[in-house]
């Protein structure tokens, strides 16, 4: 384990490339002057959450399309509904679900800064990752369509080139036809496809700390046994060196990513490192008195994206692991 533990610091997990459509519409995450919520009114609001600083959460009301601060404190409220599929965190840590992309409802009374102080805010999690499954198949169908018009305008030409091979050539341009509106239609029917995988696949792609508007301030990667969630001495040695970061900082939030070695199957994979991020996340609220609303969904992805080859002990070593970082919105503060 020596050669694992000074490998710490070096090894991280590469980050892909977004790709999903609601996080590349992030606006300009300056604040509009004008207040939008009266101070001391009630007020209730329901919008997806286009970004997180500390205890400030921007959100665009679906109904009026203004933009809404949304300020969460320790008596707010979190709770998720009707959700039926499995989601990305612990039920006990739904105070951390709220990430960009996320669709919420919140209640509260407005501040004189014209942000609205949230006493419960209340989100579905089907419907999240739902539109994720379905942006996923989208995009792949989309891909088969257009693979598959293609071949049908190459029929179509040879027909035209030809005469004698038209009957041909027209028979292979329906077929590629016919492969090009099936995939269509099942682009348009995707639902509760992948959803087992939807959310934490999603947020793989577009974790906040590979957001432009997002500094990190400090890191750590924090490595497990074979096939256990408990934290070593060191493990708790390198959080408590984290958790000094976060001092003296108004805005910071924390991203917990776990993962696992490709041992066992996907599903006890991604149970086992939700389990690690978990524990890594208790660790610091309970330990270190780091608030549960600084915490950004402490999620388990599997075996995705491994730090190392997972062929032989020392990689899969690697890659037990949990990346932590404390992050600070570049534009978006108390003051502004």
Same mark, same amino acid.
């Given at each position: 384990m020596g050669?694992?533990?000074? %490998?710490?610091?070096?090894? +991280?997990?590469?980050?892909? /490339?977004?790709?999903t459509?609601f996080?590349?519409?992030?606006?300009s995450?300056?604040?509009?002057?004008?207040?939008?919520?009266?101070?001391?009114?009630?007020?209730?609001?329901?919008?997806?959450i !286009?970004? +997180?600083?500390?205890?400030l959460?921007?959100?665009?009301?679906?109904?009026?399309?203004?933009t809404?601060?949304?300020? !969460?404190n320790d @008596?707010t409220?979190?709770? +998720?509904?009707?959700?039926?599929?499995?989601?990305?965190?612990?039920?006990?840590?739904?105070?951390?679900?709220?990430v960009?992309?996320?669709?919420?409802e919140?209640e509260?009374?407005g501040?004189? *800064?014209?942000?609205?102080?949230?006493?419960?805010i209340?989100f579905?999690?089907d419907?999240?990752?739902?539109?994720v499954?379905?942006?996923?198949q989208?995009?792949a169908?989309?891909?088969?369509?257009?693979a598959?018009? @293609?071949?049908?305008?190459?029929?179509?030409?040879?027909?035209q080139g030809?005469?004698?091979?038209?009957?041909?050539?027209q028979?292979s341009?329906?077929?590629?036809?016919?492969?090009?509106?099936?995939?269509g239609?099942?682009? *348009?029917?995707? &639902?509760?496809?992948? /959803?087992?995988?939807a959310a934490d696949?999603?947020?793989?792609?577009k974790?906040? @700390?590979? #957001?432009?508007?997002?500094?990190? !301030?400090?890191?750590a &990667?924090?490595?497990?046994?074979?096939?256990?969630?408990?934290l070593?001495?060191?493990?708790?040695?390198d #959080?408590?060196?984290?958790?000094?970061?976060?001092?003296? #900082?108004?805005n910071y939030?924390?991203?917990?990513?776990?993962?696992a070695s490709?041992?066992?199957?996907?599903q006890?994979?991604?149970? #086992?490192?939700?389990? +690690?991020?978990?524990? !890594?996340?208790?660790?610091l609220?309970?330990?270190?008195?780091?608030?549960?609303?600084?915490?950004?969904?402490?999620?388990?992805y599997?075996?995705s994206?491994? %730090?190392? @080859?997972?062929t032989d002990?020392?990689?899969?070593?690697?890659n037990?692991?949990?990346?932590?970082?404390?992050?600070?919105?570049k &534009?978006?503060?108390?003051?502004?």
């Open positions: 050669s694992i533990r000074s %490998a710490r610091g070096v090894v +991280r997990a590469l980050c892909t /490339v977004m790709g459509v996080l590349l519409t992030l606006g995450l300056v604040l509009q002057s004008a207040p939008q919520i009266k101070s001391d009114q009630k007020a209730k609001i329901k919008g997806t !286009v970004s +997180r600083s500390g205890d959460v921007k959100v665009t009301d679906k109904k009026a399309g203004t809404v601060i949304v300020v !969460v @008596s409220k979190v709770e +998720r509904n009707n959700f039926k599929y499995q989601f990305f965190v612990h039920k006990d840590m739904d105070m951390t679900a709220l960009p992309g996320l669709t919420i919140a509260g009374v501040n004189a *800064k014209g942000q609205l102080i949230a006493k419960t209340s579905v999690p419907a999240f990752a739902i539109e499954a379905e942006e996923k989208i995009m169908n989309q891909k088969a369509a257009a598959a018009q @293609s071949t049908a305008n190459q029929g179509v030409q040879q027909a030809a005469q004698a091979s038209a009957n041909q050539a028979v341009a329906d077929v590629a036809q016919a492969s090009a509106n099936k995939a239609k099942e682009a *348009k029917e995707a &639902g509760v496809v992948a /959803v087992y995988d696949i999603a947020l793989v792609n974790r906040v @700390s590979d #957001l432009d508007e997002y500094k990190v !301030v400090g890191e &990667g924090i490595y497990f046994a074979n096939n256990q969630a408990d070593d001495a060191a493990a708790q040695a #959080l408590d060196v984290l958790a000094g970061y976060t001092k003296g #900082l108004d939030m924390i991203e917990i990513t776990g993962y490709s041992t066992g199957t996907k006890e994979n991604q149970k #086992l490192s939700a389990d +690690r991020a978990a524990a !890594v996340a208790h660790y609220m309970e330990k270190k008195n780091i608030p549960m609303r600084r915490i950004l969904a402490p999620a388990g599997g075996a994206h491994p %730090a190392a @080859s997972n002990a020392q990689g899969r070593a690697l037990r692991r949990v990346d932590v970082k404390v992050l600070m919105n &534009g978006l503060s108390e003051g502004s």
